[in-house]
T-cell receptor, first 117, second 110 residues
Framework: NAGVMQNPRHLVRRRGQEARLRCSPMKGHSHVYWYRQLPEEGLKFMVYLQKENIIDESGMPKERFSAEFPKEGPSILRIQQVVRGDSAAYFC???????????????FGDGTRLSIL | EDQVTQSPEALRLQEGESSSLNCSYTVSGLRGLFWYRQDPGKGPEFLFTLYSAGEEKEKERLKATLTKKESFLHITAPKPEDSATYLCAVRASNDYKLSFGAGTTVTVRA
């Protein structure tokens, strides 16, 4: 999984705190996707971003969750006022984008394991 | 809504014992079907993309095939290092996201 960098690898928060997860896409990739993997469940899509734009956030919970991909710097997934149910592995993926690359696979980072005390 | 079902949930093989994993899918227009491998504590690692029925892809001991309703991942003469969870995902023609199955966990004993 070299290329897509996520940090931190592990994050522990107490209920009510904020969690910030970072993702730097592979070099040359301009599209970022966030997925969540709950214990004993498959990967679920959360949000798809391009630089400075949220393209599809249909999988994102309506409250407490937000994502951004600024012009400079990594993509950030932010969870406010965390609850026990937010404990999961959060994966970021990147791809070159649409157009000629529309069938390019998404490449994943190694995830951030979020634990809520 | 796109649906992906993988079977079996778990598969225990002896080294050299070939087998197949199944991925059944329902999608409104398939743009691509993707196979990934995931090791414990790691992210999914891309293996194959299949685009149309009849297509086959091979990589070392792995071979993926595609029909209009399902895909198979064949593991020929597996080795212990092939032990992993294998994930299947689909992407609809009018969508960006991948819809994943729950995965098949393969354990290969020496």
């Amino acid at each position: 999984n070299a290329g897509v960098m996520q940090n931190p690898r592990h994050l522990v928060r107490r209920r009510g705190q904020e969690a910030r997860l970072r993702c730097s896409p592979m070099k040359g990739h301009s599209h970022v996707y966030w997925y969540r993997q709950l214990p004993e469940e498959g990967l679920k899509f959360m949000v798809y971003l391009q630089k400075e734009n949220i393209i599809d956030e249909s999988g994102m919970p309506k409250e407490r969750f937000s994502a951004e991909f600024p012009k400079e710097g990594p993509s950030i997934l932010r969870i406010q006022q965390v609850v026990r149910g937010d404990s999961a592995a959060y994966f970021c993926a990147s791809s070159p984008g649409t157009g000629p690359y529309s069938n390019q696979p998404q490449h994943f980072g190694d995830g951030t394991r979020l634990s809520i005390l | 809504e796109d649906q992906v079902t993988q079977s079996p949930e778990a598969l225990r093989l002896q080294e050299g014992e070939s087998s197949s994993l199944n991925c059944s899918y329902t999608v409104s227009g398939l743009r691509g079907l993707f196979w990934y491998r995931q090791d414990p504590g790691k992210g999914p690692e891309f293996l194959f993309t299949l685009y149309s029925a009849g297509e086959e892809k091979e990589k070392e001991r792995l071979k993926a095939t595609l029909t209009k309703k399902e895909s198979f991942l064949h593991i020929t003469a597996p080795k212990p290092e092939d032990s992993a969870t294998y994930l299947c995902a689909v992407r609809a023609s009018n969508d960006y996201k991948l819809s994943f199955g729950a995965g098949t966990t393969v354990t290969v004993r020496a």
